[in-house]
Protein backbone atom coordinates (compact mmCIF):
# COMPACT_ATOMS: atom_id res chain seq x y z
CA UNK A 1 0.00 0.00 0.00
CA UNK A 2 2.82 2.53 0.57
CA UNK A 3 3.45 2.09 -2.80
CA UNK A 4 0.49 3.30 -4.03
CA UNK A 5 0.83 6.35 -1.72
CA UNK A 6 3.64 7.35 -2.96
CA UNK A 7 3.33 6.86 -6.97
CA UNK A 8 0.14 9.01 -5.86
CA UNK A 9 2.29 11.76 -3.98
CA UNK A 10 4.60 11.52 -7.03
CA UNK A 11 2.14 11.65 -9.68
CA UNK A 12 0.67 14.93 -7.97
CA UNK A 13 3.68 16.37 -7.49
CA UNK A 14 4.55 16.00 -10.85
CA UNK A 15 1.34 17.65 -11.83
CA UNK A 16 1.45 20.07 -9.47
CA UNK A 17 5.25 21.11 -10.04
CA UNK A 18 4.87 21.78 -5.95
CA UNK A 19 3.04 25.00 -6.75
CA UNK A 20 0.58 24.41 -4.49
CA UNK A 21 0.33 25.68 -0.91
CA UNK A 22 0.57 22.70 1.55
CA UNK A 23 -2.74 22.53 2.36
CA UNK A 24 -4.07 22.35 -0.77
CA UNK A 25 -1.34 19.92 -2.23
CA UNK A 26 -2.58 17.55 1.16
CA UNK A 27 -6.27 17.69 -0.03
CA UNK A 28 -4.59 16.62 -3.46
CA UNK A 29 -3.10 14.18 -2.36
CA UNK A 30 -5.78 12.40 -0.12
CA UNK A 31 -8.11 13.42 -3.72
CA UNK A 32 -5.82 10.94 -5.88
CA UNK A 33 -5.45 8.20 -3.05
CA UNK A 34 -9.72 8.26 -3.16
CA UNK A 35 -9.55 7.80 -6.84
CA UNK A 36 -7.40 4.97 -6.31
CA UNK A 37 -9.57 3.31 -3.65
CA UNK A 38 -12.93 4.09 -5.61
CA UNK A 39 -11.37 2.34 -8.39
CA UNK A 40 -8.33 0.33 -8.26
CA UNK A 41 -8.42 -1.76 -11.42
CA UNK A 42 -8.90 1.76 -13.55
CA UNK A 43 -5.63 3.29 -11.53
CA UNK A 44 -3.85 0.42 -11.91
CA UNK A 45 -3.96 0.87 -15.64
CA UNK A 46 -3.61 4.57 -15.69
CA UNK A 47 -0.47 4.30 -13.70
CA UNK A 48 0.32 1.22 -16.52
CA UNK A 49 0.52 4.00 -19.27
CA UNK A 50 3.85 5.85 -17.27
CA UNK A 51 5.77 3.00 -17.65
CA UNK A 52 6.87 4.17 -20.76
CA UNK A 53 8.11 7.17 -19.50
CA UNK A 54 10.90 5.56 -17.16
CA UNK A 55 14.58 4.86 -18.83
CA UNK A 56 15.95 2.83 -15.56
CA UNK A 57 15.58 4.96 -12.41
CA UNK A 58 14.59 8.25 -14.37
CA UNK A 59 11.21 9.37 -15.45
CA UNK A 60 10.61 11.63 -18.20
CA UNK A 61 8.29 14.53 -17.35
CA UNK A 62 4.71 15.45 -19.62
CA UNK A 63 6.14 17.40 -22.68
CA UNK A 64 9.56 18.04 -21.26
CA UNK A 65 12.83 16.57 -21.89
CA UNK A 66 13.87 17.20 -17.82
CA UNK A 67 14.04 13.54 -16.30
CA UNK A 68 13.14 13.00 -12.43
CA UNK A 69 15.44 10.48 -10.87
CA UNK A 70 13.70 7.81 -8.69
CA UNK A 71 14.94 5.34 -6.37
CA UNK A 72 12.94 2.70 -7.02
CA UNK A 73 12.15 3.32 -10.80
CA UNK A 74 9.28 0.59 -12.22
CA UNK A 75 9.56 -1.33 -9.38
CA UNK A 76 7.44 0.83 -7.67
CA UNK A 77 4.94 1.31 -10.21
CA UNK A 78 4.85 -2.82 -11.13
CA UNK A 79 4.15 -3.06 -7.35
CA UNK A 80 1.58 -0.48 -6.93
CA UNK A 81 -0.24 -2.24 -10.27
CA UNK A 82 -0.09 -5.77 -8.60
CA UNK A 83 -1.59 -4.63 -5.71
CA UNK A 84 -4.54 -2.59 -7.41
CA UNK A 85 -5.05 -5.35 -9.95
CA UNK A 86 -6.08 -7.33 -7.43
CA UNK A 87 -7.98 -4.41 -4.73
CA UNK A 88 -11.24 -4.45 -4.53
CA UNK A 89 -12.65 -0.88 -4.17
CA UNK A 90 -12.91 0.73 -1.20
CA UNK A 91 -14.60 3.95 0.92
CA UNK A 92 -13.32 7.31 0.11
CA UNK A 93 -11.25 8.39 3.20
CA UNK A 94 -12.03 12.29 4.33
CA UNK A 95 -10.28 15.38 5.70
CA UNK A 96 -9.53 15.39 9.49
CA UNK A 97 -8.23 18.86 10.03
CA UNK A 98 -6.93 17.85 13.22
CA UNK A 99 -4.44 15.37 11.26
CA UNK A 100 -3.99 17.83 9.13
CA UNK A 101 -2.44 20.50 11.62
CA UNK A 102 -0.63 17.61 13.69
CA UNK A 103 1.20 16.99 9.67
CA UNK A 104 1.43 20.93 9.44
CA UNK A 105 3.50 20.80 12.47
CA UNK A 106 5.42 18.19 12.33
CA UNK A 107 6.43 19.73 8.53
CA UNK A 108 7.66 23.08 10.31
CA UNK A 109 9.21 21.52 12.81
CA UNK A 110 11.10 19.36 10.47
CA UNK A 111 12.33 22.07 8.38
CA UNK A 112 13.43 23.74 11.30
CA UNK A 113 15.56 21.61 12.78
CA UNK A 114 16.44 19.29 9.97
CA UNK A 115 15.72 16.21 11.58
CA UNK A 116 13.61 13.57 9.63
CA UNK A 117 11.61 9.78 10.83
CA UNK A 118 12.07 6.97 9.12
CA UNK A 119 8.57 5.66 8.94
CA UNK A 120 7.91 2.72 10.91
CA UNK A 121 11.25 2.24 12.63
CA UNK A 122 10.49 4.81 15.56
CA UNK A 123 14.08 6.30 14.43
CA UNK A 124 15.03 10.12 14.14
CA UNK A 125 17.96 11.33 12.27
Known sequence: MRAILRICCFLL???????????????QVLAETNVARSDPRRY??????LRGRFLGNAYTLPGSMDMVMTTEGVAALDEAIAFLSRQRPLPPLSWSPGLGQAAAD????QARSGATAAWGSGLVS
Open 44 to 49: AAYIGE
Open 106 to 109: LVRE
Open 13 to 27: LMATCAKAAPDDLAR
